[in-house]
């Protein structure tokens, strides 16, 4: 996963394909790229006048599951508090 910071990754790279790109949810390989914003930005860590964004990774099993995003927002949380995620 990507976070935006300064410098890091601009709306033009984003969409385009890494080395070291996995699902988020399994690490198995990469079948979509995509981006998760979200409303309030403070709350995850971003900066008044700024949006941020994380870029993520889905394989194509993960991508059809009914709770894929609801499991993509949980693992960026837990990530963003340090607290790692078990993918089994």
Wanted: hydrophobic letters at 40%; proline letters at 7%; aromatic letters at 6%.
């Amino acid at each position: 996963m990507i976070e935006s910071k300064p410098g890091a990754m601009n709306l033009s790279e984003i969409k385009k394909p890494l080395p070291g790109d996995f699902c988020l949810l399994c690490s198995g390989e990469p079948s979509i790229i995509g981006v998760f914003i979200p409303n309030k930005s403070l709350k995850w860590g971003g900066l008044i006048g700024k949006q941020r964004f994380f870029r993520y990774c889905l394989c194509l099993k993960c991508q059809t599951k009914p709770d894929a995003m609801e499991r993509v927002e949980k693992v960026i949380r837990a990530e963003l508090a340090g607290v790692g995620v078990n993918n089994d």
